[in-house]
């Protein structure tokens, strides 16, 4: 084979690869959008791929052997994790909706990352010295480490964040009169979630999810409140589009809130929550814009974007962090149509004189080390508590005892009036 045909080979299969990529991408977003969206709702997080992926073929012929094993290794992986949704999906639950094409972007991202070291390779320079030689491509091989730590990991985390939802919860127990319920956004998204009806006359959101804080609405549930819990959007059995950072999630609260105020069992004035992680964090953000809810527990908030990180203390933050969180904050920008949401530290002010909680520990996220900045910002009724021995959301399993007395506590008296 004649270099000639070689190169023409090497475009052909980049092109055809960037194709089936750009295939799924107009499925996803545009084709076959998420229960409750539609194609408007996508146009940032399609549009601007497709051109990306259309630009780089064309400049593609223009570059150089190692530009262009480095465009098609990341516009390869670019393509597997376009597809890992579809994995995802197929491996749990079944495939439906867009997976086959996503399932083909896994195929075409591959053979995108074995033709960049295949062209890699066969273009890789052999003249100068044995010192020589070993010193540019360990240059190369550095820098391709940075690009990777960098840009192409942290998009990766974003664009998964931004498409891969919970499944539908399993072996959740939350007792004989537990009811599985729905309610609608003001944005159109109907949420799936369970209740077990207030005898008390107090209601309580546990949540994000139905199957992680089963034990936390189980305790609240044996003191007589009401719990509700449900799935974010975009994950169990809820419409819209997923994003593991909730920045889109507000509206699911407030139609939580409206939920409950409705209830016949719940005393409207009577309405708290329990969050844990980002629960947590859409909590104090919720109850900052929103006086229906009456006292907040969050437990391991942390930072939701590169807004927040940069309040955390550190210099060795600004070698690694910063610069990782920052393209994270970018790339989910991008993939979820949504702007960072409002930081939190900004937002906790607000909330008083209705009672907040909150609740972090020492082996967390690295986060959660802003829970003490909250509470600074925060006013009162306020508590903070540490639990340095506990795991990420696990204070109810390092402490239950305190942690159910404390927690109680803090419900009956912002929301019952009774003494501690």
Request: with cysteine; net charge negative; proline share 6%.
């Amino acid at each position: 084979m004649t270099p000639g045909q070689a190169a023409a080979r090497e475009r052909a299969l980049v092109s055809a690869g960037v194709l089936v990529i750009c295939l799924h991408v107009v499925d996803d977003s545009f084709l076959q959008p998420q229960p409750g969206t539609s194609a408007r709702d996508h146009l940032v997080s399609g549009l601007v791929p497709l051109a990306v992926l259309v630009l780089a073929v064309a400049a593609y012929p223009r570059l150089s052997g190692c530009g262009r094993a480095a465009v098609a290794g990341v516009l390869g992986v670019f393509g597997i994790v376009a597809g890992a949704e579809a994995a995802y999906y197929t491996i749990n639950g079944g495939q439906s909706g867009d997976d086959y094409t996503g399932l083909l972007s896994i195929a075409a991202g591959l053979l995108l990352v074995g033709t960049g070291a295949v062209t890699l390779w066969t273009t890789r320079r052999r003249d100068g010295s044995l010192r020589r030689k070993f010193g540019r491509r360990s240059l190369y091989g550095i820098a391709t480490i940075a690009v990777t730590f960098y840009v192409v990991l942290p998009i990766g985390i974003s664009y998964v964040s931004t498409h891969v939802g919970r499944l539908p919860a399993e072996h959740v127990e939350l007792g004989a009169s537990a009811e599985d319920v729905t309610f609608t956004t003001s944005d159109g998204v109907r949420i799936a979630a369970s209740y077990i009806p207030s005898r008390n006359g107090a209601a309580v959101i546990a949540f994000p999810g139905r199957a992680g804080p089963q034990a936390h609405a189980r305790m609240l549930a044996r003191h007589g409140y009401g719990v509700l819990l449900f799935d974010l959007r975009g994950d169990g059995e809820s419409q819209g589009d997923p994003n593991g950072f909730g920045w889109d999630s507000e509206n699911d609260v407030m139609a939580a809130v409206a939920y409950l105020n409705q209830r016949p069992d719940v005393d409207p004035r009577r309405i708290g929550g329990l969050g844990l992680s980002v629960g947590g964090e859409l909590l104090l953000q919720t109850a900052a814009h929103s006086h229906d809810l009456r006292a907040v527990v969050s437990e391991g908030a942390g930072s939701r974007s590169i807004g927040e990180d940069l309040e955390r203390p550190g210099a060795d933050n600004w070698l690694v962090s910063f610069p990782i969180a920052a393209m994270i904050s970018a790339g989910s920008a991008l993939f979820s149509n949504t702007p960072p949401p409002p930081h939190l530290k900004d937002l906790v002010g607000r909330i008083a004189p209705r009672s907040v909680f909150l609740i972090y520990t020492t082996h967390g996220v690295d986060t959660e080390d802003l829970n003490p900045q909250y509470y600074e910002a925060a006013g009162e009724p306020k508590a903070i508590w540490k639990i340095p021995e506990a795991g990420h959301t696990g204070g109810l399993t390092a402490r239950p005892q305190e942690y159910e007395q404390r927690v109680i506590a803090f419900f009956d008296r912002a929301l019952l009036g009774e003494p501690a």
